[in-house]
């Protein structure tokens, strides 16, 4: 059942264009069905998995690799796939009018319920391998989404940059999760997760962590990676309210949190987690300050949630499970509802500017209801969900110790002060104050732009209203699989009243900095906008200095490495091998023993003799006929030895080659120029003679190495013994060849017949040119 | 023996080396030849020479008598011989059609493929990428959406 | 004898239905090309049946120099794949360029002859032979295209780089066979486990022999060190041959690789593991930072097949039944990306010339959407994206290195593949998001079509029905070690 449930979407996506061809305008309503359904399906799964269930679905997938398509729904799974299907509900009614009439709207759809399928897949997924396909169907699916106006150079490069980034770092999570399936002996994460203590004692540990947190950290936007979020801007609006807000950027955080029974629990851990999460924080929430486009500042108070989350996650206590929990709804609840009251003002008025904007609550009295129930979630007032988030949050940090607790609760307070800051700026600044000029002229917006923001901002309150509610089914069951274990009911308990204490006044003082901040906002971003100039760089820059670097560096090595000159080649190969042939001597040892000088006939020294002078000679002439002739005394003196050592038939042969060799050389040599042109220089013949010594050297001494040890004699014995009886041959060579080694025999008359075959082809060409036409083949 | 025949190939193996690092195609070519010839030395030597013993079974008997070259080297040289000459007699129609095609037997002016790096620009950098010069803060610009 | 004859039937089949259409060539010229082209085809299809209907179990001929197993079936399965795909892809192109010679088949069918013996070889003089076999052949049709110097200049280079790798590889057997007295792989695993067994350290001159035939396979499937000839020759290669080159020969040297390392030296891991994960890992790495910024598309699938090349070599480095079967998967699939990658690289004309820089595939998804959805489909698989194929051959060697425990290997693999994506995006980006070059001449020819349908359907839904595949890898592992 639940196979299904996670691929409809892809099914769905691919008739989508039909769908929308056949009912037209009003698809959206019909399309939304299916997000719906699967809310109402996984919903059914709450009351099981609030007492502590747990439910896992396998398939059989990949054969021998132990990759099944394998589901695991706990408090965790089940809480994000509510968020994706639900808020996907929406999502799918609010495209239906933001992109209304635009003629691509088909294709969006693909790619919009495709992710929501991916999306599930990540969340539901058991097998590390399944979680891994899923996660990079995420990132493709981002990149067609935020690639959707591709006629913008600015998109096109948003979704490269996505791509490389979230697709990169999920490269890297599969190696940590390769790491990790063998170190715990199974890719099934619900069965990793029971041995934290093998994964720790593994040598592999900081490797699997260092990796596995690339994949999410790239994924979550976390700093110095932050930087593709709000350049993913770019996409149309539902998208940013979906993928880049509530959904697809949270898998890192939901990865981290899944993670957290295995591989928690250790400082390094707790240290990566926690200084990242509050750094990106802190920059997140800092740099929302600087922009002036609501969905930038948006954007980046995504990027200091998702810090946040990650640092909730990292303290590795229950306090902090809890705090992520709460965040978690809190945050994926009012950043939904934003982004498309956002998108909404600016469908209606033509620009996001929050500076051009002022006055719209009259017109457009709906959006802002929803924008500012949202707001206040967001600004953590009584009664909304933020609130409690906020209460939980500062006890689970001041519960951290001295030293540690006041810096990590400093840090959450100016995270959160500042959050309010910018919750002021896209809620405060459009909808009150006086109208101004926009480029159009505000309305209402239709139902499917405001019934998704009106719904999710009732949800905050709700959630924050009936809070033992929330707690029982949502955030206490996704404790437990952050812990590993549900927690007791007093660990879970969720409050709107605390009475009193130090997490009240607190919340206060953060709700009087954000006033203040929000007050004084355009000195605070013209101050920001001009630090930032004064820096002059950031991530942003930088990855586009990283990838310029690969480009250069590539364009470097291919220019020394492949120079397009045959002798370079020829060189490396030559070095390259001589090099290893040393290496082995130095590390395997035992080269040849002390040289004893054998007998030698004289006979055999005029032979030897020839040879080498031959060789020498055609090495050192420049005339080619000369040349040509040394080579034949190579040949002949090969022969020679052949004769002297009992080998007459290799000898004859050798004779018979050999001056055919010559002939055939010089019948080709007769039509090119015979004078030598091309010279090396004095330093390459150098360079060229220490390589061929050392070749030679190394040859040498190898061949030395072998024929100093004893040579197992018994094949040749047993060919000699039934060359008589069994192939009635005399010749033991010729019995060998045509008996025992007839396939090479074979083959060797296929290498001659191929040789001369292919011979023939080479000079019909050449011929078939010659009488094809004028004018080909000249240039060289 | 065999130690005086191993420098030998080695004194070979050099030779044939410097000649194929050679920019002239011929010298290529001769180099080649000369390493063929190497080789089946090479084998030939590995197998351990035996003076005056050609491996043959004298008519009348049904095992050699006495000691006898090893038989299976000269078999596999045999092999070899009669491939490096289908080789080197094709090698040399190649060369002739290249000598042919470009009018040249200097290799290094063989080079068509790897084009000459002064005609080729550096990377250019994609569009929509901020080149390093021009720098710019790391926070983006506000921008219109092209969706509507 | 007839039974050894019985063992070797498919490349006896092969042999005889190229020298017949040789014949058939010589005497009825020229405007025969075609015909033996379609012929050529016949006669691969039906080795192919031949092979697939011969019996699995392991039998050898020739006095154990050629081996037919259950391995040598798979890898000879996808030999004359590549090799009827590939005739198929150069109907129209032959005739287009002015290169139709009814050589032109026979010699592929000579050189897919020397393939299949590579993979059968059982002894390493008969490897020799059968490389020659393959070489000689490939080396004319690298030069084939007669009007192109780049054409004659890659078959050189490719001829005397070739050649030195051969002999690389000769010097090898001859240090091999000078140590054990046989060059047999038979009798040298047996040797060899005996030596191990007895715990003896090899000698020098083993050891440097099997460097040196490491060497020359290496060369041979064009591995980094000894790869610089792969960008030359496939660019100045008519297409329809890089096509060629870019798969059959290159799995008749991986299968050749593993047989030899796994076979004979399959004892000796410890002597050449270090090795083969340094070639591995040195071709992954240079094979993504060299293609970065590569403007011909053919030289960039040469730096692309550098790079699978290490990715497939994971698998032999492991040494184990999960690498081998890693390895064989990789190799089949590479196999349909790649073909299928060419397949749209021929279809690259305009105004009746070949067009070969990746910019004219500018807007392909515009003038020519249906092909640039399969180009879309390959370039993703290559980068190893999800839940293509490419990604789940990927997998396999990653996960039989990280078994073997060869951890740095795994991880320098999965991070070089992000490199690598990053230039098959590119591609994807140059397709979809860029403004249309000059559209491409139409028709591409039914076959093409059917080439990258084909080829694209398989790569987008092994997924789905990953089975065939990888129980026939699962078979052909199982049988190498078993034999």
């Avoid at chain 1, 040509?628 to 020679?640: M, P, Q, S």
């Avoid at chain 2, 007699?89 to 200097?106: G, I, K, N």
């Avoid at chain 3, 000839?229 to 290669?237: F, K, L, Q, R, S």
């Avoid at chain 3, 249906?370 to 990604?391: D, E, K, Q, T, V």
Wanted: charged residues 10%; neutral net charge; glycine residues 10%.
């Amino acid at each position: 059942m639940m196979l299904p449930a996670v691929i409809s979407g892809f099914a769905l996506g691919a008739v989508a264009p039909w769908v929308v061809r056949a009912v037209g305008a009003r698809a959206h309503w019909l399309l939304a069905v299916l997000p719906a359904v699967l809310f109402v399906y996984f919903a059914g799964f709450l009351p099981g998995v609030a007492e502590g269930q747990v439910y896992r679905f396998a398939t059989e997938w990949v054969p021998g690799l132990g990759v099944t398509l394998s589901f695991y729904v706990d408090g965790l799974a089940l809480l994000f796939a509510l968020l994706i299907s639900g808020i996907g509900t929406f999502i799918v009614i609010y495209t239906g009018g933001y992109l209304h009439g635009h003629e691509q709207i088909g294709r969006f759809y693909v790619y919009l319920l495709s992710f929501m399928a991916s999306m599930l897949g990540v969340v539901l997924a058991d097998n590390a391998i399944t979680l891994f396909v899923f996660w990079e169907l995420t990132s493709l699916t981002s990149f067609l989404l935020i690639g959707f106006n591709h006629e913008e150079s600015r998109s096109r490069r948003a979704a490269v940059q996505a791509l490389i980034v979230t697709g990169g770092g999920g490269l890297a999570l599969l190696a940590g999760l390769l790491l990790m399936g063998a170190v715990g002996g199974t890719l099934e994460i619900s069965e990793l997760m029971t041995q934290p203590e093998v994964l720790h004692g593994s040598p592999l540990y900081t490797a699997m962590v260092i990796l596995v947190l690339a994949g999410a950290f790239s994924k979550s936007a976390q700093f110095p990676l932050h930087f593709w979020l709000p350049n993913a801007m770019e996409a149309p609006t539902p998208v940013s309210a979906y993928l880049h807000s509530s959904t697809m950027v949270k898998a890192g955080v939901y990865l981290v949190a899944r993670m957290s029974p295995g591989l928690g629990g250790s400082e390094l851990w707790f240290y990566a987690l926690v200084i990242f999460g509050a750094v990106t924080m802190l920059t997140g929430a800092l740099l929302a300050l600087r922009q002036t486009d609501l969905k930038l500042v948006l954007a980046y108070t995504t990027v200091a949630g998702l810090g946040t989350l990650v640092m909730l996650i990292g303290l590795s206590a229950p306090l902090g499970y809890k705090a992520a929990a709460v965040f978690l709804i809190t945050h994926a609840l009012y950043k939904g509802c934003l982004f498309m009251s956002a998108g909404a003002v600016d469908h209606e008025t033509g620009t996001r500017n929050p500076l051009e904007l002022g006055g719209l609550r009259g017109a457009m009295p709906i959006t802002f209801a929803a924008a500012a129930l949202a707001g206040l979630s967001m600004s953590g007032i009584v009664p909304f969900i933020g609130f409690i988030g906020k209460e939980v949050m500062y006890e689970a940090t001041l519960h951290l110790g001295p030293v540690g607790g006041v810096v990590l609760t400093i840090a959450t307070i100016a995270g959160n002060a500042l959050t309010i800051v910018a919750a002021g700026v896209v809620v405060l600044r459009p909808f009150f104050g006086e109208r101004r000029k926009t480029p159009k002229h505000p309305h209402e917006a239709p139902v499917e732009l405001y019934l998704g923001p009106c719904v999710l901002a009732g949800l905050g309150l709700l959630a924050g209203i009936a809070y033992p509610l929330t707690q029982d089914s949502l955030t206490a069951p996704m404790m437990g699989s952050m812990a590993g274990t549900m927690p007791d009911h007093r660990a879970a308990e969720l409050y709107l009243w605390h009475g009193l204490k130090l997490p009240l006044f607190l919340s206060l003082l953060t709700l009087g900095l954000g006033i203040a901040g929000y007050v004084y906002w355009d000195r605070i971003r013209e101050s920001l906008a001009a630090t930032l100039r004064a820096i002059g760089w950031g991530p942003d820059l930088g990855y586009d200095q990283v990838i310029a670097g690969v480009e250069w560096l590539s364009f470097r090595q291919v220019r020394v490495q492949q120079t397009g000159y045959l002798r370079h080649y020829l060189i490396v190969t030559f070095t390259v091998f001589a090099a290893f042939v040393v290496w082995t001597l130095m590390t395997v040892g035992g080269g040849p023993s002390a040289f004893e000088m054998p007998a030698v006939r004289l006979t055999e020294w005029v032979a030897l003799g020839l040879m080498v002078m031959g060789a020498g000679a055609a090495t050192l002439v420049y005339s080619r006929i000369a040349a040509i002739a040394a080579i034949g005394v190579v040949g002949y003196a090969v022969a020679l030895i052949f004769v002297m050592f009992s080998a007459p038939d290799l000898a004859f042969t050798q004779f018979m080659v050999e001056t055919l060799t010559v002939v055939i050389l010089v019948l080709v040599l007769m039509r090119v120029p015979l004078e030598v042109r091309a010279f090396r220089g004095l330093g390459a013949r150098i360079r060229d003679a220490v390589i061929s010594i050392a070749v030679g050297v190394v040859f040498t001494l190898v061949l030395m190495g072998v024929v100093q040890g004893d040579l197992d004699l018994r094949l040749s014995e047993y060919f000699a013994e039934t060359s008589v009886p069994v192939a009635h041959g005399h010749n033991i060579v010729n019995v060998i060849l045509v008996d025992f080694r007839a396939l090479d025999t074979l083959g060797e008359i296929f290498v001659v017949t191929v040789a001369g075959l292919s011979t023939f082809a080479l000079v019909r060409l050449a011929l078939f040119k010659r009488k094809g036409g004028a004018g080909e083949g000249g240039g060289a | 023996m065999e130690n005086v025949l191993a420098i030998v190939v080695g004194i070979l193996v050099a030779c044939a080396t410097f000649l194929i690092l050679s920019r002239d195609l011929i010298r290529i070519l001769l180099g080649i030849a000369i390493l063929s010839n190497a080789a089946n030395l090479l084998i030939f030597t590995a197998g351990r020479v035996t003076r005056d013993a050609p491996p043959l079974v004298p008519g009348d008997l049904e095992v050699p008598a006495g000691a006898y070259a090893n038989p299976l080297p000269q078999a596999l040289i045999l092999t070899a011989i009669v491939i490096g000459f289908g080789l080197l007699a094709f090698a040399l129609v190649l060369s002739y059609r290249a000598y042919v095609a470009m009018r040249t037997v200097d290799v290094d002016a063989m080079r068509e493929a790897e084009p000459p790096y002064p005609d080729q620009s550096p990377p250019t950098g994609e569009d929509g990428r901020q080149t390093p010069l021009r720098r710019r803060g790391a926070a983006g610009t506000p921008t219109r959406e092209a969706a509507q | 004898m007839t039974y050894d004859l019985a063992t070797i039937i498919p490349e006896l089949f092969l042999v005889v239905a190229a020298t017949v259409l040789l014949m058939l060539g010589v005497f009825r010229g020229q405007q025969s090309t075609q015909l033996v082209l379609g012929l050529s085809v016949v006669a691969v299809v039906v080795t192919l049946a031949l092979v697939w209907l011969a019996p699995a179990e392991r039998a050898a001929a020739f006095g154990g120099l050629y081996v037919h197993d259950g391995f040598a079936g798979f890898m000879k399965g996808l030999i004359l794949t590549a090799a009827a795909l590939c005739l198929v892809m150069s109907w129209r192109y032959i005739e287009r360029e002015n290169m139709a010679r009814f050589e032109f088949p026979v010699l592929m069918l000579y050189a897919t002859v020397g393939m299949l013996m590579m993979v059968s070889a059982n002894d390493l003089i008969s490897l020799y032979v059968g490389l020659e076999l393959q070489n000689l052949s490939l080396y004319v049709i690298a030069a084939f295209r007669r009007d192109a110097i780049r054409s004659t200049e890659s078959g050189l280079k490719y001829f005397i780089l070739s050649s030195l790798s051969s002999g690389l590889l000769l010097y090898g057997a001859s240090m091999v066979y000078g140590f054990a007295g046989t060059t047999s792989f038979g009798d040298l695993a047996a040797i060899f486990a005996q030596a191990q067994a007895a715990g003896e350290t090899p000698s020098v001159g083993l050891v440097v022999g099997v460097v040196f035939v490491i060497a020359g396979l290496a060369f041979k499937v064009s591995a980094v060190p000894f790869h610089m000839w792969t960008p030359d020759v496939y660019e100045g290669a008519p297409t329809a041959v890089t096509a060629f080159f870019s798969t059959a020969p290159k799995t008749a040297a991986i299968a050749l690789f593993v047989r030899v390392m796994m076979g004979p030296f399959g004892d000796l891991t410890a002597q050449w593991q270090q090795v083969l994960v340094a070639i591995s890992i040195l071709s992954m790495v240079l094979g993504a930072f060299a293609a970065i910024n590569q403007r011909n598309i053919k030289r960039m699938m040469a730096y692309s097949s550098i790079g699978h090349v290490g990715y497939a070599l994971i698998g032999l480095a492991s040494g184990t039944e999960a690498g081998i079967r890693g390895l064989a998967v990789y190799m089949a699939i590479y196999l349909f990306m790649n073909i299928g990658t060419f397949a749209v690289i021929l279809c690259m004309r305009q105004k009746d010339r070949m067009v070969e820089q990746i910019d004219d595939l500018r807007g392909l998804s515009r003038t020519h959407p249906m092909m640039a959805l399969a180009m879309g489909i390959f370039m993703f698989s290559m980068a190893g994206i999800p839940p293509l194929a490419g990604f789940f051959g990927k997998i396999y060697v990653f996960l039989a290195a990280v078994e073997a425990e060869l951890y740095t290997l795994a991880v320098i693999g999965v991070l070089s593949s992000v490199v690598a994506a990053f230039y098959y995006l590119r591609i994807v980006k140059l397709m979809y998001f860029d403004e249309p070059a000059e559209a491409f001449d139409t028709p591409f020819g039914r076959e093409m079509s059917l080439v990258m349908g084909a080829t694209g359907l398989i790569t987008l839904l092994f997924f789905v029905f990953p089975n065939p595949i990888v129980d026939g890898a699962e078979a052909a592992a199982a049988a190498l070690l078993a034999g």
